[in-house]
């Protein structure tokens, strides 16, 4: 990536999902280089006392539940009020899987995981489109289980492979006006919400027995991956997919 640490001075980020994992790790990236965040989450700001690893007179942030499109569409409101416009969008709220066969399946389950990891996706991306800045980049989170199938999984597949058909699509209607749509479709990560994490030492184990790097990845790792995307250097990655996953069958 380019040398300058400050690349994106002056752009709007929106991220959901940022309170933990994947999209706080994305905030601080972002951050870092410069951007104007507008981040949320369904769980209180990390932020709100005050970090060394931030400015927060650049950190704005709101409580936003990905499953409503009115609090979808209220999100983006809030970040271009004032006329401004959007550079960046980082779709990243979503439901992590839990085993379970498709019989004990139940329609709420089925519910919340199509809300929040697809609705939410769609709901963000077609409130952000009219205030899309020229040469504006969305990137959404799928997943390498968006890639294959998993046994007792079929709900949360179901979800991802939306996702990258949801963003491969987007990517055709959105590449003739000058904009980009991309996913990233992460591994094992050591994120809180991994179900590896929760189960303790021995499922981690097992995780990183299925990488070829021998270890699970860190939500800096995808973060890197996502900043690249909304980059110069990847000006011409429209409807790619982003596999990081340190190497799984």
Not at 38 to 49: F, H, R, T
Not at 102 to 113: A, G, P, R, S, V
Request: a neutral charge; one cysteine or more.
């Amino acid at each position: 990536m380019s040398s300058n640490p400050k690349k994106f001075e002056g752009k709007m980020c929106l991220i959901t999902g940022a309170a933990s994992g994947i999209g706080n790790a994305t905030v601080l990236k972002m951050r870092s280089m410069g951007a104007t965040i507008l981040a949320c989450d369904i769980q209180p700001n990390p932020w709100e006392a005050g970090d060394s690893q931030i400015n927060l007179a650049q950190l704005e942030w709101c409580y936003c539940d990905v499953s409503s499109t009115e609090a979808c569409t209220a999100f983006v409101q809030q970040a271009v009020r004032g006329g401004k416009g959007i550079d960046f969008v980082f779709n990243c709220a979503g439901v992590k899987p839990t085993d379970t066969p498709l019989t004990k399946t139940t329609d709420e389950y089925y519910n919340k995981l199509m809300d929040v990891n697809l609705r939410g996706t769609f709901a963000i991306s077609r409130a952000a489109i009219p205030h899309l800045n020229p040469g504006a980049s969305i990137v959404n989170v799928a997943s390498i289980m968006g890639t294959k199938g998993a046994a007792e999984n079929a709900i949360y597949c179901a979800t991802k492979w939306g996702v990258i058909g949801f963003t491969k699509s987007l990517a055709l209607e959105l590449g003739p006006k000058g904009f980009r749509v991309n996913a990233v479709a992460p591994g094992y990560i050591d994120t809180p919400t991994n179900a590896s994490v929760v189960a303790g030492p021995e499922a981690i184990q097992r995780s990183e027995a299925k990488v070829a790097m021998g270890r699970m990845g860190t939500a800096e790792e995808i973060a890197d991956v996502v900043a690249f995307l909304f980059s110069d250097e990847a000006r011409y990655m429209n409807g790619s997919v982003v596999e990081i996953n340190g190497g799984v069958p």
